[in-house]
């Protein structure tokens, strides 16, 4: 079952426009990653939180945490067409954070 | 330094033959991670393994899919008796506890 749901499903911008993503989980949680995928291949890790962090950046990403609501968003500011990908959160459980358990994204369209 | 890699990056069978996909993690990464995904759709974990702790195999759909991990390093998961609705996207990672994955490009299995 997934753990994870990402809010959008899908969202189009324009270039130069900031992005937010939300992903919103149902159990306790170790950490909290995000992960970008291009044309159904593989995820590369973007960012990780820590449950007992609320706020990390990483260049032009913006990650949120908020443990009392469940849920995370991931700000991309200043987006750019190489921007355009699947975003997947995936949470790390405390009982077994070693399986991440991944949303089912949101595809980001960022048009030139 | 060399990503996980995957073996093949696309494989084609017939509905009831068995196939084999390798992967071949980082050096040094003690994790190794399988997941499928279905088009469209987020990731599905299926095995997990730690070092020389017995695998994590609570995500394989059925006793048609197995896994093992030779020395601790390269990973062949193998499903046999392939049927309609195992095709999808294979993904292999590698990391250490508890941190990032580090996704290979996958294999895309089609079962006609």
């Known amino acids: 079952s997934q753990q994870g749901e990402e809010d959008p499903q899908a969202l189009s911008i324009q270039e130069g426009e900031n992005a937010t993503m939300n992903c919103s989980y149902k159990?306790?949680?170790?950490?909290l990653q995000w992960y970008r995928q291009n044309s159904g291949r593989g995820l590369v890790h973007l960012i990780l939180?820590?449950?007992?962090?609320r706020e990390k950046h990483s260049g032009r990403l913006r990650v949120t945490l908020d443990t009392s609501k469940k849920s995370s968003s991931l700000l991309i500011t200043a987006s750019r067409a190489a921007d355009t990908a699947s975003y997947f959160c995936a949470t790390g459980r405390m009982d077994s954070s070693y399986k991440l358990i991944f949303g089912s994204g949101t595809r980001l369209l960022v048009r030139p | 330094g060399a990503g996980v890699s995957q073996s093949p990056s696309n494989k084609v069978t017939e509905k009831g033959k068995d196939v084999e996909l390798r992967c071949d993690p980082i050096s040094g990464h003690t994790a190794l991670y399988w997941y499928r995904q279905s088009l469209g759709q987020g990731l599905e974990f299926l095995i997990y393994?730690?070092?020389?702790?017995?695998?994590?195999k609570s995500g394989l759909p059925s006793d048609r899919f197995s896994a093992e991990r030779t020395g601790g390093s390269v990973s062949t998961l193998t499903i046999q008796r392939t049927q309609q609705e195992d095709s999808a996207v294979y993904l292999c990672?590698?990391?250490?506890?508890?941190?990032?994955?580090?996704f290979g490009p996958g294999t895309r299995l089609t079962v006609l």
């Open positions: 990672a590698s990391g250490f506890l508890r941190d990032e994955q580090f």
């Open positions: 393994f730690q070092g020389n702790s017995a695998p994590d």
């Open positions: 939180i820590r449950s007992n962090e």
């Open positions: 159990t306790s949680i170790n950490n």
